[in-house]
């Protein structure tokens, strides 16, 4: 079900109650700092009773989860019951899951999806978490429908410390706001500049209840998901000049460069070395990179993979990163930024990512808006809502043959009267 524009949320039933004799949490932004264990997924639009997240060693206070490719487009479009019963089923089961695993108790915080993206968050904070705000913006076919988007959620946290039952705190009375986004950017190996204005579509259409954008001060973010970047022939030290592998598109003085990333291409299929090919990653170029961090890569290409066991590359993608966590402030403490196996049934890999929240981190004065907020966002959404039940609908009649006969009518009825 699509998110509705509401309220803030003010969450005051969380349990936080630990289970099973596990160890008592200390954590808060005066105390051991706000873990948060992020995961993002591209599910290739298959069904999946179990959700891909690789759990943590450690109890995160936080678990994070984006999906891209959730569904087939009409199912998305046309917010289908099947979409819950199937494609989202597993959504039940990763509390209790977290609860055996770590000996304490996690809830469901929020489900934020529009069309085929959604972004979903547990947590064991218990009552320290106070307030939920909600945002999402399409920005796929015509830049409106949401095959392509964004689903966002900004969460407020008490400032303090809570004891072995979350009953008591000690409070200071002050409200720490995360901001997580998971998205979905165009695709394909030539639409780099697509992406950098998805990106730019994205910051100025994604608005919370309180009017602010997914870059605030003193708000660390978290911007995760199916960026596509892939690999260019030009090291990001050379982006004044063209971005293509294409040789009948590229100057004299690019043909050693195109030649040197097919070199390092073939020379990681053959030894699975992927050093060489970071260099040619394309996201360094773009905007992303500007206003938004990363861990250093230590894990192969995520896409495009024809098995998993054995890992093997489709011949016709070109290995690249299209799966990613960034993050804002810099000054964010990260460790074990890897992909993993933890779900085979897509041509991608799953990437997870640890983090801490540290009280410097809720100071820093990163997180100004890039560009202006668009003032018309909320129209812009709602039409692009309604413009995905027409598609959604369109494609699903066109995969029956009443269906088929259906929209055959309605066109040459169209016609006819524009005629």
């Known amino acids: 079900m699509s998110p509705q524009a509401a309220d803030l949320e003010y969450l005051t039933d969380v349990n936080g109650e630990i289970a099973n004799g596990g160890m008592p949490s200390t954590t808060g932004v005066r105390g051991h700092g706000i873990s948060v264990?992020?995961?993002?997924?591209?599910?290739?639009?298959?069904?999946?009773?179990?959700l891909p997240i690789a759990f943590p060693s450690s109890?995160?206070?936080?678990?994070?989860?984006?999906?891209?490719?959730?569904?087939?487009?009409?199912?998305?479009?046309l917010n289908l019951p099947v979409i819950e019963e199937l494609y989202l089923k597993g959504i039940e089961s990763v509390a209790d899951i977290a609860r055996k695993h770590y000996g304490k108790e996690y809830e469901l915080v929020k489900v934020v999806r529009i069309g085929q993206t959604a972004l979903i968050v547990w947590s064991s904070l218990g009552a320290r978490l106070r307030k939920v705000q909600t945002a999402w913006a399409g920005c796929g076919v015509f830049t409106l429908l949401a095959n392509k988007g964004a689903a966002a959620a900004r969460l407020g946290i008490l400032d303090g410390i809570s004891n072995l039952l979350n009953l008591l705190m000690i409070d200071n009375g002050a409200l720490r706001e995360l901001t997580l986004v998971a998205a979905h950017l165009a695709a394909r190996e030539g639409h780099f500049y697509r992406r950098n204005a998805d990106f730019q579509s994205l910051v100025q259409n994604l608005v919370f209840q309180d009017g602010s954008g997914i870059f605030k001060p003193h708000t660390p973010l978290f911007f995760l998901g199916d960026l596509n970047y892939r690999l260019s022939v030009l090291h990001p030290s050379r982006s004044g000049t063209r971005l293509t592998i294409s040789p009948d598109e590229t100057h004299e003085d690019e043909h050693s460069l195109i030649a040197l990333l097919k070199e390092n291409i073939l020379d990681f299929l053959e030894t699975g070395k992927f050093t060489n090919l970071v260099r040619h990653d394309q996201l360094p170029l773009s905007p992303l990179a500007l206003h938004l961090n990363e861990a250093p890569i230590t894990f192969s290409p995520t896409y495009k993979y024809l098995s998993h066991d054995p890992p093997t590359y489709t011949t016709t993608r070109t290995p690249s990163w299209t799966d990613r966590i960034l993050f804002s402030p810099e000054s964010?403490?990260?460790?074990?930024?890897?992909?993993?196996?933890?779900?085979?049934?897509?041509?991608?890999?799953?990437?997870?990512?640890?983090?801490?929240?540290?009280?410097?981190?809720?100071?820093?004065?990163?997180?100004?808006?890039?560009?202006?907020?668009?003032?018309?966002?909320?129209?812009?959404?709602?039409?692009?809502?309604?413009?995905?039940?027409?598609?959604?609908?369109?494609?699903?009649?066109?995969?029956?043959?009443?269906?088929?006969?259906?929209?055959?009518?309605?066109?040459?009825?169209?016609?006819?009267?524009?005629?």
């Open 37 to 50: 264990h992020v995961t993002t997924f591209n599910c290739a639009n298959s069904p999946h009773p179990k």
């Open 59 to 77: 109890p995160p206070d936080l678990l994070v989860l984006g999906l891209q490719e959730l569904a087939p487009a009409h199912i998305a479009f």
């Open 332 to 419: 964010i403490v990260t460790k074990d930024y890897r992909s993993s196996t933890c779900a085979t049934f897509s041509d991608h890999q799953a990437v997870c990512l640890e983090a801490v929240l540290r009280k410097q981190d809720f100071e820093e004065e990163e997180g100004v808006m890039p560009w202006d907020i668009n003032p018309a966002w909320r129209e812009r959404r709602e039409f692009g809502e309604r413009l995905g039940y027409a598609v959604g609908a369109m494609e699903f009649m066109g995969m029956t043959k009443v269906g088929v006969m259906v929209l055959a009518i309605l066109l040459s009825g169209m016609a006819l009267y524009f005629y």
